[in-house]
């Protein structure tokens, strides 16, 4: 079903948290993209990378996205807007609610209107 997706679509978002195995997924989502831009759908092209649950403090969050920045940087725009690891997602998500209805305020609600921003001024250029 991704595939097909895939074909069909014009660009892709790709969100990915700071961890190793996400990092890895990233690498092989991005194979199959270009395989299937060769192949299928060759209109197909990339947002950019939005990295999510991101902790600005810790060690692992830094070194991931200096490992993103560094292989995928040059060829693939990675967002600025980082989304916060947050509590308040999970809640949001078992009201059945988006984070901007649960709680506007909170700094993942901020930081995805931030995000929206910078999409749209991307795509305006």
Do not use: H, W
């Not at 060759?42 to 950019?48: A, D, L, N, R, Y």
């Amino acid at each position: 079903m991704t595939l097909n997706v895939l074909a069909s679509c014009d660009s892709v978002l790709i969100p990915a948290t700071p961890e190793y195995l996400s990092a890895k997924g990233l690498e092989l989502l991005l194979k199959t993209v270009v395989k299937l831009k060769k192949r299928i759908n060759p209109k197909i092209s990339f947002e950019g990378i939005l990295l999510t649950m991101f902790e600005e403090r810790t060690n692992l969050s830094k070194k991931m996205l200096e490992m993103i920045k560094g292989s995928y940087g040059e060829n693939i725009k990675i967002f600025k807007t980082r989304i916060p690891k947050s509590v308040t997602v999970g809640e949001a998500n078992l009201k059945s609610m988006s984070v901007g209805q649960y709680r506007p305020n909170s700094k993942v609600a901020i930081a995805y209107e931030k995000f929206a921003e910078e999409l749209i001024d991307n795509d305006s250029k």
